[in-house]
């Protein structure tokens, strides 16, 4: 029997028609500062609502929605590919004249919260541009917190059936529900959204920068209104607290809505909080060790500057305050093993996660310790669980596929014409949702503009596949998928 898509698409149709009305954000704040965009915002609002409203009429349910696990992987896929393609309109219609290709990727790389962008001269764009991206970016946070607790788990991709259990019993009193889990989710994120603004305002930003920079930092996306990025504002305070926002961005979400709730630190009690933050520790330190020589630079502005583009592109966030490819080698070796970390799962960042380079590492050991104890019977935890041989077998799997895929990008994005240095760095990039790449081409000093529009199209598949954790977009490709 053929997967059943109406319901995917009737929920695909809500979106946009939700989608479609933060576009009149954008519309308002360009009328207001007497901007060129307002009335194309408005035509992008009315083509969005249309479509969204046409997808509801014609596939409209007839009793209540039930979802399947095919449909679910079905409405995954789609709804990140169908939210671009709308998200992409006011871009390419806009006074900057994008092409369908720039403004497909830009509007890819906000709903992912990648990061990556193709625009120059946002000092001087339009406030209705810079507000659209920043909503993607904002957007695209909260629908991935909602699909790693509510959706993978339930979809067993690549170990996240791990944490089925967990959020279900760490939160089974207060939060019985995955609607109501969902709704707590949209509550602390909002809540951090507009706490981080007003602090960024105390800090001396205007609200403007204030709350763009709120969004895109709570969703570690890393879009900013200046091309020098964080930089631009040389402001110390800023650089402090936006590093504390990116850190809690890159945290599970629910472990830090479980310690609001019940007035408990349950993020020294949860093993890959602790590796997440260790790691961002020691990679700091040694960091600071290598630049230390550096004559005439103040200790705390190498700490400063060091911690900063650790946590930026641990997070998988991308925001920049100096560029650490001028430091050395060792930095931009350092910069690129911690891309393919990223955060922790259950939070807005990319990469490969905490939690299963843990997994891989105790079953690693186990193997070490069975070769002079043979009869030794070590079973693996995550969090005082036992974890099971089908997670191990998907987290292993999972990450075979990451790497095939990084390697097959990396090649790819080599035969467009792309040195080195730019392959490698951005398949890294796109596929763990960063950013920036590194070199000169997509490096913290450069962008994506000058790319083949085929290398765009094969880094936009990139980001996608990052987000969607890789097995969710690959399954849709199998022809027995369709026949189940």
């Known amino acids: 029997m053929a997967v059943d898509i109406r319901s995917p698409l009737f929920i695909v149709g809500a979106l946009l028609c939700v989608m479609s009305f933060g576009m009149l954000l954008p519309a308002l704040a360009d009328w207001i500062d007497g901007g060129p965009d307002a009335a194309m915002f408005l035509a992008c609002f009315a083509i969005t609502a249309f479509a969204g409203g046409m997808l509801m009429a014609a596939f409209k349910p007839r009793e209540r929605i039930s979802i399947t696990i095919h449909q679910a992987f079905v409405l995954t896929a789609l709804t990140w590919v169908a939210v671009t393609l709308f998200a992409a309109l006011p871009l390419a219609v806009s006074s900057l004249h994008l092409s369908y290709t720039d403004a497909f990727f830009e509007a890819m790389s906000g709903v992912t919260t990648t990061g990556s962008t193709v625009l120059v001269g946002l000092d001087s764009m339009p406030s209705g541009v810079l507000w659209w991206r920043s909503l993607l970016q904002w957007f695209g946070g909260v629908g991935i917190i909602v699909m790693a607790v509510s959706i993978l788990p339930f979809l067993r991709i690549g170990g996240m059936q791990l944490f089925r259990t967990e959020f279900t019993e760490r939160n089974e009193k207060s939060l019985p529900r995955m609607s109501q889990i969902s709704a707590a989710i949209l509550a602390f994120y909002v809540s951090a959204t507009a706490l981080t603004s007003v602090a960024l305002m105390l800090c001396g930003l205007s609200a403007f920068d204030a709350v763009n920079h709120a969004m895109t930092s709570i969703s570690t996306a890393g879009f900013s209104t200046y091309d020098a990025s964080v930089g631009a504002f040389n402001n110390e305070l800023v650089e402090y ?71 930026s592109i641990a997070t998988t966030t991308g925001y920049a305050t100096a560029d650490y490819t001028i430091w050395g080698s060792f930095p931009i070796v350092l910069v690129l093993f911690l891309m393919f970390n990223g955060g922790c799962t259950g939070s807005t960042s990319g990469g490969l996660k905490i939690f299963r380079l843990q997994i891989l590492y105790q079953m690693a050991r186990i193997q070490v310790v069975r070769l002079t104890h043979p009869h030794a019977v070590i079973v693996p935890r995550f969090n005082e669980r036992e974890v099971t041989r089908e997670v191990v077998t998907s987290v292993a799997g999972y990450v075979f596929l990451y790497f095939f895929c990084f390697i097959a990008m990396s090649v790819g994005l080599s035969m467009f014409g792309l040195d080195l240095e730019t392959s490698v760095s951005g398949a890294a990039s796109a596929i763990g949702n960063i950013g920036p790449g590194v070199g000169d081409v997509i490096g913290l000093g450069g962008n994506y503009a000058s790319l083949p529009d085929g290398a765009k199209w094969l880094l936009a598949v990139g980001m996608l596949l990052g987000r969607l954790e890789i097995l969710t977009f690959v399954i849709l490709l199998l022809p027995g998928f369709w026949r189940a």
């Open 241 to 311: 607290l936006l590093i504390l926002v990116m850190i809690a961005g890159g945290t599970p979400f629910m472990v830090m809505i479980g310690s609001w709730r019940n007035f408990t630190w349950q993020f020294a009690r949860d093993m890959q909080v602790r590796a997440y933050v260790g790691l961002m520790v020691v990679s700091t330190l040694l960091l600071v060790l290598w630049r230390l020589p550096d004559a005439g630079v103040p200790i705390e502005q190498v700490l400063r500057e060091s911690l900063f583009s650790v946590v």
